[in-house]
């Protein structure tokens, strides 16, 4: 079975650490980078299917990531989740092509769907299909048993 | 901008950043007792000491983390009325703010404090910041009138000339009302451009926006 590829960017490291850990244990593959500039490095070294994008970070912030990202790898789907968002972000974020809008914090079950979701949007824009299980996986990890990726 | 007007928007901003801030302490809360969590879910049925009691100590956590959180999106909404003089206010909206944010003085009163929203909902062009002080204000006026085991209500609902909101106390009278706190909301409704009327029969006013 084949695993999405999540790209977690975030300046909380704490956060996006353990969020890496839980969304590992529900059988997704992530990778973690802590501000803008690495976020793009990680997309052009191993390209994610899904990207979880902050908005407020040092230097380049979330919106001129999500700009980036969708200009040179339109097959990568954002998903926003801030605990600064506005209004006003969230139209930027939407106009800028994000797949969905959060507002930390978020149920690890509501963001893990909204990442299969996604997945499988991108898997029907290029025409595809999402590869089976990866967009149906369940959500208690005490049910699967150790997951086999690590973040 | 007047003076007070800039010290209103100063404080909206500093509030509204913190308020963004401490989203962030709870998501860590919530994501580091949510690993906890699933960590214990990993290890099975037994051979966990103390299993029952972690369990209950994690969902205490994300209780209070679900509570910190909407505390924080009322007090963010609150802290951004000032960014605006003029907006289009969902009343049922507004009156649930501001009973959210007081319900601890309610319940330091021993007094309920609840929302009758209107059905279907209405809007009006007003200060948001000046509409909030007002319900508040009137909000406070009854406080001082009921005695323990009362129980205001805020309503918005469709008058004659306009939208209206009624906030009505019913319960035991507490004694004799704070003499400043009628003028103050005088005051404070002519500054939003509302008229004012005290209902007769129980302690209870009208606003009429």
């Known amino acids: ?151 | 901008m007047a003076g007070e007007q800039r010290e209103a928007a100063f404080m909206g901003r500093i509030t509204a950043g913190v308020t963004h801030e401490v989203r962030n302490v709870l998501a860590i809360i919530r994501e580091s007792a949510g690993l906890v969590q699933d960590l214990i879910g990993l290890a099975g049925g037994e051979g966990l000491p103390h299993r029952d009691k972690l369990t209950k100590a994690l969902t205490t956590i994300q209780g209070q983390v679900n509570r910190g959180v909407e505390l924080m999106n009322n007090l963010n909404q609150l802290a951004h009325c000032p960014d605006q003089s003029r907006a289009s206010l969902d009343l049922n909206q507004e009156a649930a703010r501001i009973a959210f944010l007081l319900q601890r003085f309610a319940r330091q009163k021993e007094l309920v404090l609840e929302v009758r929203p209107s059905q279907p909902p209405l809007s009006a062009s007003l200060n948001p910041l000046q509409l909030q002080m007002v319900l508040a204000g009137a909000v406070d006026w009854l406080m001082g009138q009921l005695a323990p085991g009362g129980v205001i209500s805020l309503g918005p609902s469709q008058g004659g000339s306009g939208p209206v909101v009624e906030v009505l106390g019913q319960g035991q009278a507490a004694g004799s009302e704070n003499p400043a706190a009628w003028p103050d909301l005088e005051r404070a409704a002519a500054q939003l451009g509302a008229g004012l009327k005290r209902l007769e029969g129980g302690p209870g006013l009208r606003l009429l926006l």
């Open chain 1, 1 to 151: 079975m084949s695993q999405i590829k999540v790209l977690l960017v975030d300046d909380e490291e704490e956060f996006i650490k353990a969020l890496a850990e839980r969304m590992t244990l529900r059988d997704l593959k992530t990778e973690v980078a802590l501000d803008g500039q690495e976020a793009l490095k990680a997309v052009a070294r191993e390209t994610p299917e899904v990207m979880v994008l902050d908005l407020r970070m040092p230097g380049l912030d979330g919106l001129e990531v999500l700009r980036r990202v969708r200009r040179s790898h339109p097959q990568v789907q954002v998903i926003v989740l801030t605990g600064h968002g506005s209004d006003r972000d969230e139209e930027q974020a939407r106009r800028l092509g994000a797949f969905e809008f959060l507002q930390k914090p978020v149920d690890i079950e509501d963001l893990v769907r909204t990442v299969r979701q996604a997945h499988r949007a991108a898997a029907r824009d290029q025409g595809g299909t999402a590869p089976a299980g990866a967009g149906d996986g369940g959500a208690d990890p005490g049910a699967r048993g150790q997951s086999k990726a690590t973040a």
